[in-house]
């Protein structure tokens, strides 16, 4: 892969601020100027964006889509191929959230951790019909994407309260939902910032309502799921200067039981029935990542 690609996906794999949503747009029109200019590259670009960033379904649904388009109809037909996918997880985004809307009779109060391109569409939804009291953000340390996204709401007028990581679970109550996005559907269980298994756990335990909500290209492909990875990241993200000796746990994701959750919506669709429909098949230029000697 040409040196000016490989930067490209390296910067991708090193942005740990941007939410998912927006590097699969960065790797999709990253695949589509390959399969233009240098079409002899996509594979090896498809397999290093599936693998910048291990733990997020987005950039290897991108891969997937840009080389099995690539594989079964050539190189003219990735740029129409990325197009539909990113239609499809639009319409979802919209879906996810009326079917959410759909599960409440009467107006709640919205906890969240994170921030999530689907929680937000969902926010919008249920006020614009009449069905949200207010928004409780946990900051989400270390990065802090939860205080960025009560910055944004209260720009939008929303009723906002941030608390700290730690106390998000006290207003896990009666007349709270408890709503997230994902990173990665696995059959092992929901993806996403860490933390969430923990919030969700104490909100079944209070029966307060708990719901996923997710776009197409949260699935991961099922023949990949073994490669699902949650690395390190940087210590320094956590503490600057650490000295000799000190042990930095510093992962960012965790993953939740399917069955914590009162739903799982992708789309408008419950889990499993997205997961029984739909063409979920491997690329041949993915598929070699199932190979050790590669």
């Known amino acids: 892969m040409n040196v000016r690609w490989e930067a490209e996906v390296a910067a991708l794999g090193a942005d740990h601020l941007a939410p998912s949503s927006a ?4 790797a999709s029109a990253l695949l589509q100027q390959l399969a233009t200019e240098a079409a002899a590259a996509l594979p090896d670009a498809a397999r290093a964006v599936a693998t910048c960033q291990p733990a997020m379904a987005a950039l290897v649904n991108v891969a997937n889509v840009a080389l099995r388009a690539a594989e079964a109809l050539g190189v003219g037909s990735v740029a129409a191929a990325l197009a539909a996918l990113q239609r499809g997880v639009e319409l979802d985004r919209k879906a996810a959230a009326l079917a959410l809307c759909e599960q409440l009779q009467t107006p709640v109060r919205v906890v969240t951790t994170s921030a999530s391109a689907n929680v ?15 928004v409780v953000c ?4 270390p990065l802090l994407e939860g205080t960025a996204l009560a910055r944004w709401l209260v720009d939008q007028g929303f009723a906002t309260t941030l608390v700290t990581d730690a ?40 029966s307060v309502p708990r719901y996923v909500l997710a776009t197409r290209d949260k699935l991961y492909p099922p023949a990949l799921a073994g490669c699902f990875a949650d690395p390190m990241r940087p210590a320094n993200e956590l503490v600057q200067n650490p000295p000799p000796g000190l042990v930095i746990d510093n992962r960012a994701f965790d993953v939740s039981p399917r069955d914590v959750w009162t739903a799982v919506l992708v789309g408008s669709q419950p889990l499993a029935a997205a997961e029984a429909s739909g063409d979920h098949a491997l690329a041949a230029g993915l598929a070699q990542l199932l190979d050790p000697r590669t």
């Open 120 to 134: 937000v569409e969902a926010l919008q939804a249920l006020r614009r019909q009449d069905l949200l009291t207010g």
């Open 167 to 206: 106390a998000l679970a006290e207003w896990l109550v009666p007349g709270s939902v408890f709503l997230a996005g994902t990173d990665a559907i696995l059959p092992a269980g929901i993806a996403n910032k860490r933390g969430t298994r923990l919030f969700a756990a104490w909100a079944r335990l209070a």
């Open 23 to 26: 590097l699969a747009a960065r």
């Open 138 to 141: 946990s900051e989400s340390r």
